[in-house]
């Protein structure tokens, strides 16, 4: 059982990998079987896909969490997306599950950014 402590790091530890493009390392906070619902896809290899075509897109592109809420093996994550030009306050939604204190599960969706630049649109979504 991870607990909401360990969820809170956890979450912040992959927006800092994010944030300053450590992707290698993100990779090790996720399990190998891994799932975002978003990506349709297992492993990090999809994620870390978005992730560059994203800081490709937008170079100055951030992440900050400014809620996390954790019940049991689960968070939510609101998270603010600073930026993208032409944006005005662009959000993430994230639901996580972990499992054995890493990244098991992801469902996530996107607000506020401009036509067609939503991470699932930027991402090349199924």
Same mark, same amino acid.
């Given at each position: 059982? @991870? !607990?909401? %402590? %360990?969820?809170?790091?956890?979450?912040?530890?992959?927006?800092?990998?994010?944030? !300053?493009?450590?992707? *290698?390392?993100?990779? %090790? &906070? /996720?399990? $190998? *079987?891994?799932?975002? /619902? $978003?990506? +349709?896809? @297992? +492993?990090?290899?999809? +994620? %870390? #896909? #978005?992730?560059?075509? &994203? @800081?490709g897109r937008y170079p100055g592109i951030r992440v900050v969490a400014e809620d996390i809420l954790v019940d049991g093996d689960r968070a939510a994550v609101r998270s603010a997306v600073e930026g993208i030009p032409g944006a005005g306050s662009p959000a993430l939604f994230e639901i996580f599950r972990f499992e054995d204190g890493r990244f098991a599960e992801m469902w996530g969706a996107s607000a506020g950014f401009p036509a067609e630049t939503s991470p699932e649109d930027v991402a090349g979504r199924p």
């Open positions: 059982m @991870t !607990t909401r %402590e %360990e969820a809170t790091a956890l979450v912040r530890r992959m927006q800092e990998c994010f944030n !300053t493009r450590r992707f *290698d390392r993100a990779a %090790e &906070l /996720h399990a $190998p *079987d891994f799932f975002s /619902h $978003p990506l +349709g896809s @297992t +492993g990090f290899a999809a +994620g %870390e #896909a #978005a992730w560059r075509a &994203l @800081t």
